[in-house]
């Protein structure tokens, strides 16, 4: 692995155990902060509101400029909001803090997001699935930093401090070595109206939003599911997540030659199929060992259908990379926020275990729209960098 690769490779890395460090610490804010699954479902929406004033800002702010400056800033800023949900007393203290993790989440999940595709078209290879992978090891070691400090019933202050540097400072100095303004292929590109985008990016953005609504609610609402409806320990309840985050670890690190053989389509519908299936048999079951298994199934389904859905985006003729990849993550970014609180409304009007079958609902809309992930025809020749399936 080459030096811009690893660097791309630990910015992934971190961002995803910084949020999985707060998110695995839910059932315990829920507590402090005396929260009901409706009150805490309103709280989980204000990541949303952040993440909707953001990102139109930061798409506008990539287009025709490289993404390492914004990279390297909205790390630094999620750092510091990671830490704040852990002083928060109340509920309506929980949602502003989590107002500044989503503004600043969404902001690095673009810009990140913007220099991998960069770095995969300079290298000439897939490599998005991987970069999505290390986001799930990082989900997997923050959520396992969070387990172990449940375990040991470690207030969220500290533990989320101790995160935020364990995690966040080697990916500020990974940032340093992403692409420069000169060296990003992407850098230079002529601005596009959103409203002129091809209608084709909504349905990516579209699918995208289904695929993050259940990634979104299993990171947020595994834990409280298998600690509390199904019967199981709070230790047990952070490792339902860190087992959702090796699933899609799992899966990303196989995406790639997936891809190639299958084609964008494919991927997505046979990966759809597998995340609805697995976790439905698993809800249907009812127990927690059990919703572990459902949680992986899940993990692994949804793994390498946002990467494939971003790389569809990039290949749009006519549009540059950067509108057009902030196009489909806006859609798909108000998914991952959205679905938490959706599934705390539903989880009040009847019960969690119920509300939480929208993932399978969600899953099975992902595979009603996988046509649209097949590039379409390019009127001109394909660039000789740009990745492309080979079966």
């Known amino acids: 692995m080459n030096r811009l690769r690893a660097a791309i490779t630990i910015v992934f890395f971190a961002n995803g155990a910084l949020f999985a460090s707060w998110a695995s ?9 005396d929260a009901t699954t409706g009150t805490l479902g309103l709280a989980l929406l204000a990541p949303a509101v952040g993440a909707v004033a953001t990102m139109p800002q930061i798409g506008k702010l990539l287009t025709g400029r490289s993404s390492r400056m914004f990279c390297r800033w909205s790390l630094a800023g999620l750092m510091v909001a990671i830490v704040l949900p852990g002083f928060a007393p109340t ?36 490599i998005l699935s991987s970069l999505h992978a290390a986001f799930s090891f990082g989900g997997f070691a923050g959520a396992g930093v969070g387990a172990l400090a449940a375990a040991l019933h470690v207030a969220p202050e500290p533990h989320l401090i101790f995160a935020a540097v364990l995690f966040g400072v080697p990916g500020l100095f990974a940032a340093q070595a992403l692409l420069r303004d000169d060296e990003d292929p992407d850098a230079g590109a002529r601005r596009l109206p959103f409203r002129k985008l091809p209608g084709r990016l909504a349905l990516l953005g579209a699918a995208a939003f289904f695929c993050l609504l259940a990634e979104g609610a299993a990171s947020d ?9 199904l019967g199981g320990s ?14 899609m670890g799992a899966g990303r690190l196989l995406a790639d030659g997936l891809w190639a053989r299958w084609g964008a389509s494919g991927l997505v519908r046979r990966s759809g199929v597998l995340a609805g299936a697995g976790f439905t048999v698993a809800l249907v079951i009812g127990t927690a060992p059990v919703a572990l298994v459902g949680f992986a199934a899940l993990g692994l389904g949804l793994s390498g259908i946002v990467p494939t859905l971003f790389r569809s985006a990039a290949d749009q003729p006519g549009v540059p990379t950067g509108p057009a990849l902030a196009a489909v993550s806006a859609i798909g970014y108000l998914g991952f926020l959205a679905g938490p609180p959706l599934i705390g409304g539903l989880a009040e009007a009847t019960s969690l275990h119920l509300a939480i079958g929208l993932l399978a609902i969600a899953a ?8 649209i992930a097949d590039p379409p025809r390019r009127r001109g020749p394909r660039p000789a960098s740009a990745p492309s399936p080979t079966g």
Do not use: C
């Open 25 to 33: 610490r839910i059932p315990a804010l829920a507590d402090r902060t």
């Open 91 to 126: 509920v309506a203290l929980l949602g502003v803090a989590l107002l500044f993790v989503g503004a600043t989440n969404s902001a690095l999940d673009v810009a990140m997001n913007a220099q991998g595709v960069s770095v995969e078209r300079r290298q000439g290879r897939p």
């Open 221 to 229: 609402w595994s834990a409280t599911l298998v600690s509390g409806p």
């Open 234 to 247: 709070p230790a047990l309840g952070a490792i339902a997540y860190a087992i959702f985050s090796v699933g």
């Open 364 to 371: 099975a809309l992902v595979v009603v729209l996988a046509p």
